[in-house]
């Protein structure tokens, strides 16, 4: 990092995610060359040592609020007791030589939801922004990738990530079981057996209704989306954000996710998407069901999806205010 700041001296850093391999030990370094440092924040590791809010299937904030990171190593956050030791002791380690304290000068949030978050575990407020995630529309239009190219039939409700307890794997699956009728797809590696009952799943009792797609990308993850009546976003943790539902906004798939952490941000129940309570099986059935054969419903809400993307999700509008708070950091500075 020293030969790199010697040959390209930067006027400003951002960083993004110090774990596992750089660490924060690259931010002193970054301060003492007398560079302005921006830290995207994409998940809560400055106040959880796992970074999720999430144990045991459900939210836990017991090391919030800062001096509590030894509760990742009691409630074994991570499910193996090496692990949350080693990451208590991480957590521990960074705030007891004040890496971010003393060498970040503002941290970007992704949504209003984890600025309070942080506020809210000791985190000065003036320090932080809000700078959501954003998508390259114009890169994506340019390439071919467009929204206007829809399939002719969208056929099956999608979902799009890896299959795990706290993306709502189980919410998914059983609420697919309850609709026989309508099929599901996933796009996402396929978990090992192993993976499967981590998330709360068995394999050998899998619903008919529900294929994977297997891991996809570019125009396959593209026509993915386009083929998809509707996008399923059941997170029970406190979602940063969540790209795939401004990819889902771009290509005309309208949005059902649950109502936690920044998601209804995003997500407007009623206007561009529908909202549920965060594990309600039930009500997410509901929905879907009503949804399905309401093709005007589903084009409004698909039309809202889109607007929304365009007004506050574009990368234009990313970099413009990148740039602002970059420039507010310099001018703190002088």
């Not at 809010?53 to 991570?78: H, Q, T, W, Y």
């Not at 981590?198 to 990308?217: D, K, S, Y």
């Amino acid at each position: 990092l020293k030969a790199l700041i010697a040959a390209e001296k930067p006027d400003a850093a951002i960083v993004h995610n110090l774990y596992p391999l750089i660490s924060p030990a690259v931010l002193p370094i970054l301060s003492r060359a007398g560079i302005p440092v921006a830290m995207t924040v994409h998940n809560y590791r400055l106040v959880c040592p796992a970074g999720i809010f999430f144990n045991r299937g459900r939210v836990c904030e017991k090391c919030a609020g800062g001096l509590r990171e030894l509760n990742c190593m009691i409630s074994n956050c991570e499910g193996g007791f090496g692990k949350s030791v080693g990451y208590a002791l991480r957590a521990i380690w960074a705030r007891w030589r004040g890496y971010y304290r003393r060498n970040v000068d503002i941290y970007l949030c992704l949504t209003e939801f984890q600025r309070a978050k942080l506020i809210a575990s000791g985190l000065p407020s003036q320090k932080i922004a809000l700078l959501p995630n954003c998508l390259d529309v114009g890169a994506m239009a340019s390439s071919g990738d467009s929204a206007a190219q829809v399939e002719p039939s969208r056929d099956y409700v999608a979902f799009v990530g890896r299959l795990s307890r706290e993306k709502g794997a189980g919410v998914l699956i059983s609420a697919a079981r309850q609709l026989p009728g309508i099929r599901f797809r996933v796009a996402g590696e396929v978990p090992s057996a192993e993976g499967m009952t981590a998330a709360g799943l068995e394999p050998g009792e899998m619903p008919a209704n529900v294929e994977f797609a297997g891991f996809l990308q570019g125009e396959a993850l593209a026509g993915f989306y386009r083929g998809a009546r509707m996008l399923v976003f059941p997170s029970i943790c406190y979602e940063t954000f969540g790209l795939v539902l401004l990819e889902a906004f771009y290509h005309g798939a309208p949005v059902v996710a649950s109502a936690i952490g920044g998601i209804p941000e995003i997500v407007e129940d009623g206007h561009n998407g529908r909202l549920f309570g965060p594990g309600n099986v039930s009500q997410l059935r509901y929905i879907i069901e009503r949804l399905w054969d309401d093709r005007s419903t589903l084009e409004r809400l698909a039309s809202k999806g889109r607007e929304k993307l365009a007004r506050y999700y574009s990368s234009d509008i990313y970099a413009d205010r990148l740039i602002a708070s970059l420039v507010d950091i310099s001018r703190r500075r002088s």
